[in-house]
Nanobody
Framework: QVQLVESGGGLVQPGGSLRLSCAAS????????MEWYRQAPGKERELVAD???????GYADSVKGRFTISRDNAKRTVYLQMNSLKPEDTAVYYC????????????WGQGTQVTVSS
């Protein structure tokens, strides 16, 4: 069983920044794919960003140029740096772990609330 623990959410004004962290309990962290999703009230969960074991990244069009995903394999942690935040970024953010890039999510974190409001 793998546990994913997110942190770093909170309330921020439009244009501000936040950095989310997700720490994984598994010792087999290097080969896995890590992803960040978000779910706003009344909307479906959507993929925000992902990062492979080799460090290749992908982003949703809505966050390109504003969000950056990164990972520290030694710390078994993935990060999501969010800049130029907008009210429409308000959502619960979840990290996810996949053992295979082409497979489904194997484990989810509990989620952390991000609210962008003045």
């Amino acid at each position: 069983q793998v546990q994913l623990v997110e942190s770093g959410g909170g309330l921020v004004q439009p244009g501000g920044s936040l950095r989310l962290s997700c720490a994984a309990s598994t010792s087999i962290f290097g080969p896995v794919v890590m992803e960040w999703y978000r779910q706003a009230p009344g909307k479906e969960r959507e993929l925000v960003a992902d990062i492979t074991s080799g460090g290749s990244t992908g982003y949703a069009d809505s966050v390109k140029g504003r969000f950056t995903i990164s990972r520290d394999n030694a710390k078994r942690t993935v990060y999501l740096q969010m800049n130029s935040l907008k009210p429409e970024d308000t959502a619960v953010y979840y990290c996810a772990l996949k053992f295979r890039a082409t497979g489904g999510v194997n484990y989810w974190g509990q989620g952390t609330q991000v609210t962008v409001s003045s």
